[in-house]
Nanobody, 123 residues
Framework: QVQLAESGGGSVQAGGSLRLSCAASVYTSSLACMGWFRQAPGEEREGVARICSGAGTTWHADSVKGRFTISRDNAQKTLYLQMNSLKPEDSAMYYC????????????????WGQGTQVTVSS
C-alpha cells in the first residue's frame, strides 16, 4: 500500500510562492506516474501537473504553465510542486497522487491519494 503525505501549503498573498512536498512511503522511482490535483470549494477537481518516469516528461495544466513546476527526488522519495506568481484562483486543496498507469492520471482516477494540503492566496 502506497502512502502519500503532503506538506507545504499555507496562506500567501498574490504574487507569492509556495513549494508543496509529497513524501511517499515507497521509492518514487517505483511509481510510474506522480502528480498533483486540486479542488476548490464548489469546483470540480482538476489535474495540475504530473511527471511520469516511463514517458520521461512532465505535464502542466495551461492554467499553471510557466508558474508551477513539478519535480521529484527519487532518492528522497519526495514529489514537489514549486508554485510561483500565485493567484487567488490557485486557492484550493492540493492533493498528491500516484499510479502505475498514465491513463488513470489523465482520467482523474489515480489509485493513490494523499490527504491534501490547503493553499490560500489572498488578493
Amino acid at each position: 500500500q502506497v502512502q502519500l503525505a503532503e506538506s507545504g501549503g499555507g496562506s500567501v498573498q498574490a504574487g507569492g510562492s509556495l513549494r508543496l512536498s509529497c513524501a511517499a512511503s515507497v521509492y518514487t522511482s517505483s511509481l510510474a506516474c506522480m502528480g498533483w490535483f486540486r479542488q476548490a470549494p464548489g469546483e470540480e477537481r482538476e489535474g495540475v501537473a504530473r511527471i511520469c518516469s516511463g514517458a520521461g516528461t512532465t505535464w502542466h495544466a495551461d492554467s499553471v504553465k510557466g508558474r508551477f513546476t513539478i519535480s521529484r527526488d527519487n532518492a528522497q522519495k519526495t514529489l514537489y510542486l514549486q508554485m510561483n506568481s500565485l493567484k487567488p484562483e490557485d486557492s484550493a486543496m492540493y492533493y498528491c497522487v500516484a499510479d502505475a498507469l498514465l491513463t488513470r492520471m489523465i482520467t482523474g482516477r489515480p489509485s493513490y491519494w494523499g490527504q491534501g494540503t490547503q493553499v490560500t492566496v489572498s488578493s
